[in-house]
């Protein structure tokens, strides 16, 4: 199980302060009330940001682990919300995923991941990123109503240039029932 964790420091901290070793975990989730012998179970590490870790908690009495995402990380797919957001704009500026695949993935870069890969990956956070803008509208109309469901559009209705981890914060109530990379919601088994 996931739960947020708006983070003290800000990601370019959390390394090199190594900012989850003094996560707290208030309660369990499952047992608010104690007793269950909720314990810290450490950390896992993440692919990118490099050198980033995760906090973890096990609750014996559920017997499932509990880990707090800082804010700033995306959800099911590596990198950072910022990274994650940087990718769709630039794919909605350019207008299509084809026509902003060499500015995300240049061809010639030390870590050249190939065209069919490049393409793949903006895919995957584009569709990820679209999928979670759109629960969120219907989730909050009341803050979002008649909204287009786009970066540009969350950026014009909140007046700031990154919104991801604004609007995860804003919806954070609705985190289990939202898709990867701001939700919890996990896929539908097959």
């Known amino acids: 199980m996931q739960l947020l964790w708006k983070c003290p420091v800000a990601d370019d901290r959390y390394v090199s302060e190594r900012a989850w070793e003094h996560a707290t975990l208030a309660c369990c989730p499952f047992h608010p009330e104690g007793g269950c012998g909720l314990e810290k179970l450490g950390s896992y590490g993440r692919v990118t940001p490099e050198g980033i870790r995760v906090p973890r908690w096990w609750c014996p009495a559920q017997g499932v682990s509990v880990s707090l995402l800082p804010s700033f990380l995306s959800a099911r797919l590596s ?24 500015r995300v993935h240049p061809p010639d870069a030390a870590d050249a991941i190939g065209l069919a890969g490049a393409v793949r990956r903006i895919r995957r956070r584009v569709a990820a990123v679209r999928a979670s803008l759109r629960a969120i509208v219907t989730l909050m109309p009341e803050r979002f109503a008649g909204m287009r469901p786009t970066l540009a559009g969350f950026r014009a209705v909140l007046v700031r240039d990154q919104v991801l981890v604004t609007v995860r914060e804003l919806a954070e109530r609705h985190l289990g029932a939202l898709p990867v990379p701001l939700g919890f919601r996990t896929r539908a088994s097959r």
Not at 79 to 102: F, N, P, W, Y
């Open 79 to 102: 990198g950072t919300l910022a990274e994650i957001e940087e990718v769709v704009a630039t794919v909605e500026d350019a207008g299509s995923i084809a026509a902003a695949v060499d």
